[in-house]
């Protein structure tokens, strides 16, 4: 959380805010290093792993065991984001999926390459983080409850990015929300459930598989509307 915290602080991150700046001037393809944040998410959870938990890394979620199963869950919660997102974003289905559209037309190799990236970002260090550690620990703790209990904190540790957003939209390109604040708590409300039966997948099929899947639809969700909105794309 600290880590998160400092990341995305508006006067705590400028020694990230001027590596961003460096790496778009060596190349366009920033989207291949930003956000740093998550380079770090991967040390920490390495970290974790090797160093406090290094009997057990069965947790991970790297299980053969109901793939298929948790493959297919995650598909339709994926596939499901599609369409309440829009509808909370007063946007039609047709118009995301148009939007999405757009963005492979556009440049299809940034596409291909950009969906890489959320797939190894957005959803494999998420998920091992949020799910393969947090669920697996506040499941041995709490038992079914720590569904609960590691899906709240999924959630806050996102605050401090939804507040960066909402606070410096243009410079994260992003919609104007109005209150940071206001904006930041809307966000966990909306966001909360989603997170909750991420949890409940990986609870029950103990594969990452899922998850992944459904939070690299979620991304791409949220990425086509984006671009109705604002006409950006993250390539």
């Keep these: 959380m600290l880590i998160e915290i400092f990341i995305w602080h508006p006067k705590l991150n400028k020694p990230f805010k001027r590596l961003y700046e460096w ?22 959870i390495l970290l974790i792993t090797f160093f406090v938990l290094f009997e057990n890394v069965g947790y991970l979620g790297f299980s053969r065991n109901n793939l298929s199963i948790s493959f297919v869950a995650g598909l339709l919660l ?85 507040y960066a957003y909402s606070k410096e939209p243009e410079a994260h390109e992003m919609p104007k929300a109005g209150s940071p604040k206001v904006a930041s708590i809307k966000s966990a409300l909306q966001v909360f459930p989603f997170v909750l039966v991420l949890s409940i997948i990986f609870y029950f099929t103990n594969n990452l598989t899922g998850p992944i899947v459904a939070h690299f639809l979620s991304d791409y969700a949220g990425y086509s509307i984006r671009k109705i909105k604002l006409n950006k794309t993250p390539y």
């Excluded at 291949?32 to 944040?37: E, G």
């Design 23 to 44: 790496q778009t001037r060596k190349t366009s393809l920033r989207f291949y290093l930003f956000p740093n944040v998550y380079i770090l998410r991967l040390i920490v």
């Design 78 to 162: 994926g596939c499901f984001s599609f369409f309440i997102m829009p509808k909370r974003s007063n946007i039609s289905l047709k118009k995301v999926l148009g939007g999405f559209k757009t963005l492979f037309f556009e440049n299809p190799l940034g596409f291909i390459v950009y969906s890489l990236f959320l797939l190894l970002c957005g959803g494999l260090i998420e998920e091992l983080i949020f799910r393969g550690f947090f669920v697996s620990v506040c499941a041995g703790i709490f038992g079914f409850s720590g569904i609960v209990v590691a899906s709240v904190i999924n959630t806050i540790w996102h605050l401090p990015t939804w």
